[in-house]
């Protein structure tokens, strides 16, 4: 039985790389330059075609996968070295990367789950004094991380972990 299912698996695997590798391929070839569109334009469509699906499809991780979509319009001549990363040079990458780790050590250690137990405890447990206590746990541990994304990942994370176990 764990054939068949290891076998399933491999066709699935199969499957999406081809439509990942196969669809941007047809973007490229089906263009037609006649109407106005230059080699570069097609180049772009076929790369930006590439990483959408290889996100929808989860071929590849979406860190590699925003990693590499500026490499590639590097290759492809699209874009210069400076205009493709400027990106990663702006405080917003860093701070949101901070965030997001801050949150997930605060979840891994429990510290954010301490904090939102005491509070809820502490505003008892009726539906109000719940969306109190959350409201207030929000408040207290707001201040400590700098990114929005942190604080929608732990958000979500907390949520997530008290509504499925």
């Known amino acids: 039985m764990e054939n068949t299912n290891q076998g399933s698996l491999n066709q699935q695997v199969l499957a999406k790389w081809g439509i990942n590798i196969l669809l941007p391929l047809l973007v490229f070839f089906l263009i037609p330059q006649s109407t106005g569109a230059t080699m570069a334009m097609k180049l772009f469509f076929a790369i930006t075609t590439w990483a959408i699906i290889a996100w929808l499809l989860e071929t590849v991780s979406e860190t590699a996968v925003a990693i590499l979509l500026p490499v590639f319009y590097i290759i492809a001549g699209l874009a210069d070295t ?38 809820i405890l502490k505003t008892g447990g ?10 207030l746990a929000g408040i207290v541990i707001a201040p400590f991380i700098p990114s929005a994304m942190g604080k929608i990942k732990l958000c979500g994370c907390s949520f997530a972990y008290r509504w499925c176990f």
Request: without cysteine; charged residues 10%; proline residues 2%.
């Open 82 to 119: 400076k205009i493709a990363f400027s990106a990663f040079t702006t405080t917003i990458p860093w701070i949101v990367l901070g965030g997001v780790i801050f949150s997930s050590v605060m979840i891994s250690t429990g510290l954010a789950k301490r904090i939102a137990y005491f509070i």
């Open 126 to 135: 009726s539906f109000k004094g719940l969306l109190l206590g959350i409201t």
